[in-house]
């Protein structure tokens, strides 16, 4: 091109940090002297042309020809404003153009230059190489700036020059000068389409990275901001209101509460130490709930807040009375241990345990004992756990830390005397999470617990002015040294005249008024009462019977809500309309029982029971079954039986005396044990052997030995209370049981026969009458009973 | 990067949008055509441009007109204040519905307004 190698001589604008690209409009402005002269220069010609160069070091205030790059473009001034010292000037490039000599460089820089006219080229590789950079300029913008998103696509299909579409890409990332420079000098489309593309790939990397690494930044720091900016907007509002903030305000009610508590020196300091780390805590940070709500246990801890002891015995006495029916020897332990308190108030309170079957009241013996004693009364069910730190509680370390329930109740009782209720202690569970059991061993062990300490607490804490009262309906599964630090007080099943008088007490009141029955409305004869709990209940307790009572006094109740006026008496004769059909017969035991069947007595944890022993003669010789669920200690004593009556075979003159023999235990679903069956295996047999029938209102308890001894037994007076309610009236004891016989209630021991025996001859006497001819007794043996 | 060396271009692209940035390198007067009786009238507004500097090509149904605005030589002591014209090359095509060959172009330069008549009678 001849006319554009031709020279020129223009005025130079030296450009700081950026480079002008040629068909490009971009706006300047010019505040240094030189700059704004070579623009007034080039205001002043016909053409409004100028040079724009970039300067290499863009802190020159005023560059020389070497510190130019020797590369810029020749532009027109298209639009032109002052203002004070400045020139704004819009230039548009026109082409590019190569500095040939500096002619002049005061008052402003003017050289001479020539066209550089960019080589093009044409073929495929341009054209994909302009496609990719306009598909990664289009990705760069719609990261960078997503909201003004323009249709580059648009913009480019104007283009006229070859050129214009990299210089105007050019423009889309943020380039530094040398790369700009760079571009601007590249000889060929080609180079310069390369070299835009290294440098699109570049930024867009880049770009990308930032963009990944703003919004992993950004989602943590909005929820952050957001709630920083609600606090103290919060805040403000605080203290225009005169209010404090709510931190600032609950540590100082902290302190207040602290300085006016009563704390051991040890706590106090403790507390101290807790609530200065309060007060440093933010109050966003999860510690700080942790220390306040270790700081208000600490506080409400009953520290040393104690209820006084009400030691007056006569009114102890009549609490205890108005509360419950009979149980004589607990009221007694419980006023014994009234008068100690009395004697001694430093006196260690026992640790008692209620051992009886369900229903009898040994919760509300608890409640009653606390009533009498003036103390706060508190109960946690031990039932089920299993979890050591349930009662001990956590280590605050651990995440939603709780105190164990020991120190839960005191809290709750705010006072550090009250009678606590440890219920089903029986029932206490254990696995890999560690041994309840073993933890109230601590507990309950008064020289250990005056300084129990609880994981959460981590302070010592005094239980030893605590009345702990046990409930259990078993002591089988408590452990031994648990139950060695206890002292067990059995309440045993109530005798049913025992329970008509609870009815009459507490029962029917108590159901009267929760159906809004008054006194003369419902009237219940002692003998209606009796018929329930005879016919309709077969318990040890009065659970059940409160229940049936209940019921009788919402029919009545209907009654009335219908509209009736006149008083209800129930009679006997009404129950099976208002109650149902009976349940259970008096006369429940076997009307006449074959050979080989005899009736025993069983204690069970819900009182006793009834059972029959049967035996069958077998056609084979010697052997022995024995089925029924029976357990091992059951087994021997059938063995020893077996044992005693073969020995015995001709004596008792048996048929076939060694003949096999099965014995079966109903009902067979039921796990038995125990060795207190043993008279009665023993007369099942004989009476299989010999085919003579048990009489049967008869029933029988007691171990028996090889040689014929009958020892002592437990449960009495619930066996003996259950053969009362199965219509049995001879009962055969071991005579070591006598003493026994004075936990029956008097009108029971008028009603019952009860045979006292030593020797197992004796029982067959008693049992089987058709053996009296037959049984030839040794005389000296026969003078002994 | 320091952040002024990232404002600096950013600055420079807010203040053109990637369309302004990107115009074409020659301004485009503005054109009216009219229908006459004896054909087309075209009416382009390019004031302050010499007579000498427009340049009229005819190609099958376009008609080119281009040339360069100059502006005035300054007096001494003369400095622009404020500019707001372009004094450039200038280039506007104009599509009519026939070919332009067979007619005959006259122009004239009235008020700042060229004219270009092409008018059939009379042909070439």
Known sequence: MDESSALETLPVFPLRNTVLYPYLMSPFSAGRPASVAALESALAREDKLVVLIAQRDPRLEQPGKDELYTVGTKAVIKRMARSEETIEVIVQGVERIRLVEMEQSTPYLRARVEALPVRLEEGAEIEALQRELLSMASEYLSLAQPVQAIDLRQVVAQFEEPMQLVYFLATIPQLDVERAQALLEAPTQMEALTLLHQYLAHELQVLKLRKEMAGKVQSGMDRQQREHLLRQQLRAIQEELGEKNPEEAEVEMLRQRLDEAKLPDAVRQEAERELSRLERLPAASPDHQVTRTYLELVLELPWQAETEDQLDLTRARQILDADHYGLKEIKERILEQLAVLKLNPQAKAPILCFVGPPGVGKTSLGQSIARALGRKFERLSLGGMHDESELRGHRRTYVGAMPGRIIQAIRRAGVKNPLLMLDEVDKLGRDFRGDPASALLEILDPAQNHEFRDNYLDLPFDLSKVLFITTANTLDTIPRPLLDRMETIRLSGYSDEEKREIARRYLLPRQREQAGLSEQQLIVPNETLMTVIRRYTREAGVRELERLLGRLARKVALQFAEGKTEPVTVYPAMLPEMLGTERFFLEQARKELPPGVATGLAWTESGGDVLFVEAILLPDEGSLTLTGQLGEVMQESAKAARSYVLSHSDRLGAERPRAGIHIHVPAGAIPKDGPSAGVTIAVAMVSAYTGEPVRSDTAMTGEITLTGLVLPVGGIKEKVLAARRAGIRRVILPAPNQKDLRDLPEDVRQEMELILVEHVEEVLDAALPGLAGRLRFEAGRSAAG | ?124
């Open chain 2, 1 to 124: 990067m320091s952040i002024l060396d990232d404002l600096i271009p950013l600055t420079r692209q807010l203040h053109l949008t990637a369309q302004e940035r990107s115009r074409p390198l020659c301004w485009q007067p503005a054109t009216d055509i009219y229908r006459t009786p004896e054909g087309w009238l075209i009416k382009m507004e390019l004031a302050g441009v010499r007579q000498g500097d427009i340049e009229v090509h005819t190609c099958g149904r376009f008609l080119m007109v281009r040339g360069k605005r100059s502006d005035t030589p300054l007096r001494k002591g003369c400095s622009l204040h404020s500019l707001e014209i372009s004094y450039s090359a200038f280039e506007r095509q104009v599509e009519l519905p026939v070919l332009l060959e067979p007619l005959r172009i006259s122009s004239e330069y009235r008020d700042g307004m060229l004219w270009v008549r092409l008018s059939t009678r009379g042909e070439r």
